[in-house]
C-alpha cells in the first residue's frame, strides 16, 4: 500500500485483523462482476450519473482563453462527489455485515453523502463533526439529522476535519467487530486511499469518454481543488499515463501560505505520519501537528493523501494553492457567470482558474472539477462578504 515512500498502514495492532479483512473484501470486490454491477446500479439510478461536462461559456468569454469545461459533480444526488465513494464504501460494508457506519466530516458533504447511504441501506449511523464545522456548516447538520444520523460534535484541537477523523478513528478501534468507518477520503491506513481513489475515478473515466466524445481528443489540463485529495485523483487518476494532460491541485492558502495560516500540507508542510498514513502535513519542528486554517471547511484540513505526496515528488502534478480571498471572488464570478453557486471548496479550483486561463489560447481545453455546490456555504460567504 505504498506510494513510493508515501502511504502505508500506521495503525494500533488491535485494527489490524480487520484492516486485512477489508483489504481482501476490496480486493475481491474490484474483481467482482456482481458488485461492480450493484455499483454502477447505485451510481447511475441513485446518484444519477453520468454527471454532465460542461461547456462554461461564458466563464470562457469571461477570462478570455483556455476553454473552460465543469465536471458537475455538484449535481450529483446530495450534492457532491463525496456520494462516488460512500456507495462503494457502504455496499462493502453490507457484504461485510457490518451493523454500524460511522464517518467524519467537515464541510458536512460527506457526513449527508455517508448518512444518505446508511439511510438507504438501514443501518445506524454515526457521523463525528468538529464543533468550529458545525457551525459553518450548519444546513448539512440539519440534512444529516433528517436522513436519521447521530452527530457527536468533537471540542477537541480547533474543533475540524482532523479532531473529527481522530475520534471516528477512536471509535473504530473500540467496535472494530461490528463499525464500518466510511473514510471520506484518500486519507487513512492502507487499502483506504487506494479504495476511495478507485471509488471517485469514476469522474476521471466519464470525462475521458465526455470529451473524446465532444472534442474528438483528450483534455489539455486538468484543474480540481484538494483537501484531503479524492476529487483531484478521482479525475486525475484515469489520465495519470497520458502525460500530454497537465494535472494541477489547488490547496487552501488561507490567509496566505507565508503566513501560516493555510491549510496548504504539500506547499506549507513536510514529511510525516498523520491517521495511519505516511504523507505531507503541517507539523512543527517536534512533529505536532499544527492547526490549520481555510475558509473552507473541507479544505481545512493538515493533512493530504499519500497519493498526491507521491504525485507531488514525481511532479506529475502541478500543487498550487489559492486563498480565501482569491476564492470568494472566484465563487462570485461562478455565480454571476454561469449562475451556479459552487461550494467554497471548489471556488479554489476556479481561483487558480482565473490565474491561468487567460494565459492560454482558446484551443486549450480546461476541465475543473465543480466537486459540490454551495448552498451549505450561504451564511458563511454572507458573512465574509459583509467585511468586504
Ligand atoms: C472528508 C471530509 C471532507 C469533506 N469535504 C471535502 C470537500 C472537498 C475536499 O475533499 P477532497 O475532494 O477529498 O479533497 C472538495 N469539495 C467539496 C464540495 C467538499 O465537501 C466533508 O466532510 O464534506
Not at 502511504?7 to 485494527?15: C, I, K, P, Q, W
Not at 453520468?50 to 449535481?75: C, D, N, Q, V, W
Not at 444518505?116 to 457551525?135: H, K, N, Q, S, W
Not at 481528443?217 to 495519470?240: E, H, K, T
Amino acid at each position: 500500500g505504498l506510494f513510493g515512500s508515501f502511504g502505508g498502514r500506521f495503525v494500533a495492532e488491535t485494527l489490524m485483523p480487520l484492516i486485512l479483512e477489508l483489504q481482501d473484501e476490496y480486493t475481491t470486490a474490484k474483481n467482482d462482476p456482481e458488485f461492480q454491477r450493484q455499483l454502477a446500479y447505485f451510481q447511475g439510478d441513485y446518484v444519477g450519473r453520468p454527471s454532465p461536462l460542461y461547456f462554461a461559456e461564458r466563464l470562457t468569454e469571461h477570462f478570455g482563453g483556455a476553454s473552460i469545461y465543469l465536471k458537475r459533480e455538484e449535481l450529483n444526488h446530495t450534492g457532491a462527489h463525496k456520494i462516488n465513494n460512500c456507495i462503494g464504501q457502504v455496499l462493502l460494508a453490507k457484504q461485510m455485515g457490518k451493523k454500524r457506519i460511522i464517518a467524519e466530516t467537515g464541510a458536512g458533504m460527506h457526513g449527508v453523502a455517508t448518512a444518505t447511504v446508511a439511510a438507504r441501506f438501514g443501518l445506524p449511523c454515526v457521523i463525528y463533526m468538529g464543533t468550529t464545522d458545525i457551525e459553518r456548516q450548519q444546513t448539512n447538520v440539519f440534512r444529516m439529522k433528517l436522513l436519521g444520523a447521530e452527530i457527536i460534535p468533537v471540542t477537541s484541537g480547533t474543533g475540524t476535519l482532523k479532531d473529527a477523523m481522530n475520534e471516528a478513528l477512536r471509535d473504530w478501534v473500540t467496535n472494530v467487530d461490528d463499525t464500518f468507518y466510511i473514510i471520506g477520503t484518500v486519507a487513512g491506513p492502507h487499502p483506504y486511499p487506494a479504495m476511495v481513489r478507485d471509488f471517485q475515478a469514476v469522474i476521471g473515466h466519464e470525462t475521458r469518454s465526455q470529451m473524446l466524445e465532444k472534442k474528438g481528443r483528450l483534455p489539455d489540463s486538468l484543474v480540481a481543488c484538494v483537501g484531503g485529495g479524492s476529487n483531484a485523483i478521482g479525475l486525475f487518476y484515469p489520465f495519470l499515463d497520458d502525460p500530454d494532460v497537465q494535472m494541477i491541485g489547488v490547496e487552501a492558502g488561507g490567509k496566505g501560505v507565508k503566513s501560516g495560516l493555510h491549510a496548504a500540507s504539500l506547499n506549507g508542510g513536510t514529511p510525516g505520519v498523520l491517521h495511519g498514513n505516511r504523507t505531507y502535513l503541517l507539523q512543527n519542528e517536534d512533529g505536532q501537528i499544527t492547526d490549520a486554517h481555510s475558509i473552507s471547511a473541507g479544505l481545512d484540513y493538515p493533512g493530504i493523501g499519500p497519493e498526491h505526496a507521491w504525485l507531488h515528488e514525481q511532479k506529475r502534478v502541478e500543487y498550487v494553492s489559492a486563498t480565501d480571498d482569491e476564492a470568494l471572488e472566484a465563487f462570485q464570478v461562478c455565480c454571476r457567470q454561469e449562475g451556479i453557486i459552487p461550494a467554497l471548496e471548489t471556488a479554489h479550483a476556479l481561483a487558480e482558474v482565473a490565474k491561468r486561463a487567460p494565459t492560454l489560447p482558446r484551443e486549450h481545453l480546461m476541465v475543473i472539477n465543480l466537486s459540490g455546490r454551495g448552498d451549505k456555504d450561504m451564511t458563511s460567504v454572507a458573512h465574509h462578504l459583509g467585511d468586504k
